[in-house]
């Protein structure tokens, strides 16, 4: 299983059968490891090296766009810039994701098939610059930083991971981790490593039977139990208050006839939209 993620918002009207705005939250697709532990035995794999955006992602959102057209079938054949608008985190993987999606939503008809055989035309795409984006890319907020911290070094968190401790050093221990880093976030980057490499069929190390891959999964959810479950730092990550706002008050606009577009789509990572994954 790849993982993916998409929030779907609808806006809609009594009057009218067709929704008044549609907004699309979506991780990009699959992708190679943001970061290697210091054993990591497949560096030469990836060719875009980390974090780059795979051709097994590049088709789950083709195959995304397409399903949009078909759920929305009112939609514009030729793509109208007043109906349709893709904001993008900067991520490279963000960026090709959401044109990978628009291939899909929108294919070349008459005039604009301008190449014979090449089944795609150029979709204008926004983006937002990394250090001024607080709504998908997660940039620098002391504020959100200062109350990671307190969560993850808190009574409760620590009396959780206690029973795991062992378990952990023994993790970071064979991942080739000095001592003074064997902690809870070297087990996310290899939860992460090793998840990428089962994905893409690659040999696993001999210690990461599945007995040991569950359980760093299990303490990776643990660690982002606490992460999450936490109403203000959701509020202070991207997704949890910058980006929520944002919505809702396009969906205001929208019900006021203060917003043209029809259809907005967010692409993002998947840190944008996991605050609002939670219940």
């Keep these: 299983m790849i993982r993916s993620g998409l929030v779907l918002v609808v806006c809609v009207s009594l ?30 794999f990836w060719p875009q090296g980390l974090g780059a955006l795979t051709p097994t992602g590049m088709r789950q959102h083709f195959h995304n766009g397409v399903l949009l057209r078909q759920r929305y079938p009112h939609l514009d054949q030729v793509f109208q810039f007043d109906n349709f608008k893709v904001v993008s985190s900067s991520r490279e993987r963000c960026i090709e994701s959401a044109e990978s999606f628009l291939a899909g939503a929108f294919p070349p008809v008459g005039e604009f098939n ?8 150029p979709i204008p795409l926004h983006t937002i610059p990394a250090e001024e984006d607080m709504i998908l890319n997660q940039a620098e907020c002391p504020a959100k930083a200062e109350r990671r911290a307190e969560i993850l070094n808190s009574e409760e968190s620590r009396e959780a991971l206690a029973p795991h401790r062992e378990f952990i050093n023994e993790v970071c221990e064979n991942a080739g981790y000095p001592s003074d880093q064997w902690d809870v976030d070297c087990i996310e980057v290899v939860n992460d490593d090793l998840f990428c490499d089962s994905v893409h069929n690659l040999t696993l190390p001999e210690w990461a039977t599945p007995d040991v891959i569950q359980r760093v999964r299990d303490v ?30 396009d969906m205001k606009k929208k019900i006021e006839g203060e917003l043209r577009e029809e259809f907005i789509f967010y692409s993002a990572v998947s840190s944008s939209w996991s605050p609002d994954c939670q219940g």
Excluded: I, T
């Excluded at 699959?30 to 560096?43: G, K, V």
């Design 15 to 44: 009057a009218s059968p067709d929704p008044l705005l549609v907004q699309l939250v979506c991780r990009h697709g699959d992708r190679s490891p943001y970061e290697y532990y210091p054993n990591y035995a497949h560096r030469d």
């Design 220 to 249: 990776n959810n643990l660690r982002n139990m606490f992460r999450y479950g936490d109403p203000l730092h959701n509020y202070l990550d991207a997704g949890g208050g910058p980006l929520l706002d944002r919505m809702m008050k």
């Design 114 to 121: 301008f190449e014979p055989g090449l089944n795609w035309q």
